[in-house]
């Protein structure tokens, strides 16, 4: 189905999608979004229709929208093509790095016929990226272990955009896989030693009482990053393709690379523009996978409800 030249009123169906409207400026045309837009705040007042993976067609026509944006990765095309029955354009996107998830806000941006905005956006947002690239440009990458969920343990693979993400941070992990969100025995991890071990969440920085909890545990304390308190947690915006990515992105890189941040900052680093996240060199290391798990089957697989500090399942669900 065609794209309305004039595009007036959007319905969101992924929270990475609104927060996209939000930070494009373009939120006055968001008619309606899903029960887990939360980001911004203002997100959470906007008319709901429903779930990702669920929504309600009869609640999104009563919206009038002119186009309605989805991602492939939680949004069933059985909603796409209901959509397209009752005469109702949709637009999919589906990033999965960082300069992937520049161009989806850029056209985003154009299909709503706000150009300008859209090139202002990602100018500022590369400009950032590159200001990060510069400050690590001579420093050597971390192997992190990205903690996805903790019981059982799961961890990112190659080809999501986290890992891109967290290449863009000076970081690498430590397991390879062409899994998306490979299962991994605890044993592999303590066999890897990972520099850092990096959670999610919306609980902010990471006190002596949470870092003696995680010593505390049998298996962790196996760490050296643990008995070293090298411990990461960062915005749950890491988990959306989305223009918050890049906040996400500044912050781990201070969080492992805490010294060329404060050279930098002294004076003593010059900086220059970067062009990417740079290359490195991975093993790929034996790890079991769960074959096509996805995150928002994590439930659906009987696992248990995350710990304070894994990524939040409705997070989880707004990032694919």
Known sequence: MTIPLDVKRIVSLAPNLTET?????????LAGDTDYCDTPPAAKLKPHVGGAQNPSLEAIVALHPDLVLATTSINRIETVDGLAKVGIAVYTTDPQTVRGMLESTARIAGLMGAEAQGSALVAKLQARLDAVSARLAD??????????????????????????????????????????????SFEEVVRLQPEYIV?????????????????????????????????????????????????????LAREVHPDAF????????????GHGPREMTRANFGV???????????????????KRRSTNINELRATL
């Open 199 to 251: 959670f999610a969440s919306d609980h902010a920085g990471f006190g002596a009482e949470e870092l003696g909890a995680l010593r505390s545990r049998e298996a962790w304390k196996r760490l050296r990053a643990v008995e070293l308190g090298h411990i990461a947690v960062i915005s749950e915006e890491i988990n959306r393709p989305s223009p918050g990515l890049v906040d996400a992105i500044e912050q």
């Open 288 to 306: 079991q996978e769960l074959q096509g798990l996805n995150p928002r089957d994590l439930s659906a697989n009987g696992l248990s409800p995350l």
């Open 21 to 29: 409207i939000y930070a494009l400026g373009l939120e006055e045309r």
């Open 139 to 184: 420093v050597p990458l971390v192997h992190a272990l990205f903690v996805v969920w903790e019981d059982p343990l799961i961890t990112i693979g190659q080809n999501t955009f986290i890992a891109d993400a967290m290449r863009w941070a000076g970081a690498e992990s430590v397991i390879l896989s062409q899994q998306k969100w490979p299962h991994i």
């Open 262 to 273: 404060r050279a930098a900052e002294n004076g003593k680093v010059k900086i220059e523009n």
